[in-house]
Nanobody
Framework: QVQLVESGGGLVQPGGSLRLSCAAS????????MRWYRQAPGKERELVAD????????NYADSVKGRFTIFRDNAKNTVNLQMNSLKPEDTAVYFC??????????WGQGTQVTVSS
């Protein structure tokens, strides 16, 4: 049974930091590209960051470059998103995603991040 379980969301003031975690099970984690998406109210889901399987290369949306860092631990089957210098516009539900072309795509249930004073 495939599971992606996010944690670490919450309420934070502008300029603050949060670390989101995603624990994966039920599939060969190291084979999958891991991604974080987010969806704000009334907006489409957008890709925030992804990290490639083996060499750890990562990519970021322009809106979060320099502030967010994605990293994975293939031994622990986890992927994390360190979010610094948070802004109100970062407020959204954040989703963990696993993707392997031709094999499958999986989603977590999401975790709410609210940036507000």
């Amino acid at each position: 049974q495939v599971q992606l379980v996010e944690s670490g969301g919450g309420l934070v003031q502008p300029g603050g930091s949060l670390r989101l975690s995603c624990a994966a099970s039920g599939f060969t984690f190291s084979n999958y590209v891991m991604r974080w998406y987010r969806q704000a109210p009334g907006k489409e889901r957008e890709l925030v960051a992804d990290i490639i399987r083996a060499d750890g290369r990562s990519n970021y949306a322009d809106s979060v470059k320099g502030r967010f860092t994605i990293f994975r631990d293939n031994a622990k089957n986890t992927v994390n998103l360190q979010m610094n210098s948070l802004k109100p516009e970062d407020t959204a539900v954040y989703f963990c995603n696993a993707y392997f072309r031709g094999y499958g795509e999986y989603w977590g249930q999401g975790t709410q991040v609210t940036v507000s004073s």
